[in-house]
Each structure stands twice: as structure tokens, then as C-alpha cells.
């Protein structure tokens, strides 16, 4: 109970301290119902990242003892980097105990979370996916959060913060999301351009081959004809 007490206290401090200095990357909190369960959306990617225009939907699971432990933490959007609904294993998630320091915060974990997702390096709970994924991901996240009602009771509040209309939320309630549907026919379309290249070219190489017998065969004619009329 003083453990549950400590950890309250401490997340309560935090949660005041990112609302007074807010973050122009991340938003972070708890549900209403449970202190220990965080929500977390990931945006304002930099110009050159896969993930601009993404809006990546998370959550820590925050243990009781905090934070002398490590909490765990899932994405809820999927993003190209990160399995959904798979606990990440990072030098500050509970896989982890060993490396965890109780200096580490919510929010300088949302800002490490953010820098190991432009890495390659492999981890329990990653995916490989190239960049043109995951800016299809990236493309169609904002899409899939207003699908999810746990997003919008949570998050409707910072819309304005995270340049969400209202118009947005009302036409993706009526639409199932298709950033999985999306994926397959445009990669269908650039293979489709490639064979259509790929016919091209067969057929200019068809076209010069037969030029070439046709110049060959009058050559031929020509020499032959040049050879008989020369010896009469």
C-alpha cells in the first residue's frame, strides 16, 4: 500500500509537470479510472522522417511499485516500426529490469521511444518495414485513432494541439480503416508500371532486331544481285 501511495504521488507529479511543459512531440496521460494506465500519441515527426504527418497511439502500463520497476509499452497504431499490441522490449521497458533506473520518466521514455524508432536496430516486439510503408502507415494513422473511442475520449480535448477536425472524426466513424487495404494495390500499381516498362522495352528490342534482319536480308539481295549481273 505505501508502495502504491509513492508511485501515485510520483506519476501524479509528473503528469503535473508535463501539463505545465508541454511537449511539442508527444501528449501523454492516464485514463480516468486508473493512474497507472498511461495513453501516449506520438507526432510532429521532423520533414525528413517516414513517420511525418503520423500520429502513433500508445500505451504504458505502469507497475505498482513504480518507479523502482520498469513499466511496459505497446503501440495501439500501427506504424512500420513497432508490432501493435506487442510489448517493445527497450533498455527502460520491463524486459529490462536489470538497466532500469528510477531517474527515467514518461516523458524522457516517450523522447527515447521516439529516437529508437528512426534506428534499425532489431528488438522483441519490432517489425521491418521500409520507409514507403511506413509513411503509407504514417499516411493513414490519423484514420485509424478516430476508429478507436478510447483515442477520441482521451485525446478529443488536444485535437486543436494535434490539428484534428471535426470533420475528420465524423467521416472516419463511418469508414472502416484501409492503411493494411491501401498498402497491397498501390504496391500492385508500381509492379504493374514496372512490367508495363519492362513490355516497352521487349518490344523496342523486338522492333530493332527486325530492322536489322531487314537491312541484313537487303544487303544480301543487293551483293547477290551485284555478283550475278556482274559475272553476265
Known amino acids: 500500500m505505501a508502495n502504491n501511495q509513492i508511485s501515485t504521488q510520483r506519476l501524479m507529479r509528473e503528469k503535473q509537470k508535463m501539463e505545465q511543459n508541454p511537449s511539442d512531440t508527444f501528449l501523454a496521460l492516464p485514463t480516468r479510472q486508473n493512474i497507472f494506465e498511461w495513453h501516449f500519441v506520438l507526432f510532429n515527426f521532423a520533414n525528413d522522417s517516414p513517420y511525418k504527418g503520423g500520429q502513433f497511439h500508445g500505451i504504458i502500463h505502469i507497475p505498482s511499485d513504480y518507479p523502482l520497476k520498469p513499466p511496459s509499452i505497446k503501440f495501439v497504431t500501427p506504424n512500420g516500426r513497432f508490432a501493435v499490441g506487442e510489448k517493445i522490449c527497450l533498455s527502460f521497458t520491463n524486459y529490462h529490469p536489470e538497466t532500469w533506473s528510477s531517474s527515467w520518466t514518461i516523458a524522457s521514455m516517450l523522447i527515447g521511444l521516439i529516437s529508437f524508432m528512426h534506428t534499425n536496430e532489431k528488438t522483441v516486439g519490432g517489425v521491418d518495414c521500409n520507409n514507403y510503408q511506413k509513411q503509407i502507415y504514417a499516411k493513414q494513422s490519423i484514420k485509424h485513432n ?34 493494411q487495404v491501401n498498402l497491397l494495390p498501390q504496391r500492385q500499381e508500381e509492379q504493374a508500371d514496372i512490367n508495363a516498362n519492362n513490355n516497352n522495352i521487349n518490344n523496342n528490342n523486338a522492333a530493332r532486331k527486325l530492322i ?19 559475272l553476265i
Open 212 to 230: 536489322v534482319l531487314i537491312v541484313l536480308l537487303l544487303a544480301v539481295i543487293l551483293l547477290m544481285s551485284y555478283v550475278i549481273f556482274g
Open 146 to 179: 478516430l476508429l478507436n473511442p478510447q483515442f477520441i475520449e482521451l485525446f478529443s480535448p488536444h485535437f486543436e494541439k494535434l490539428s484534428i477536425r471535426l470533420n475528420e472524426t465524423q467521416e472516419s466513424q463511418s469508414q472502416q480503416p484501409d492503411f
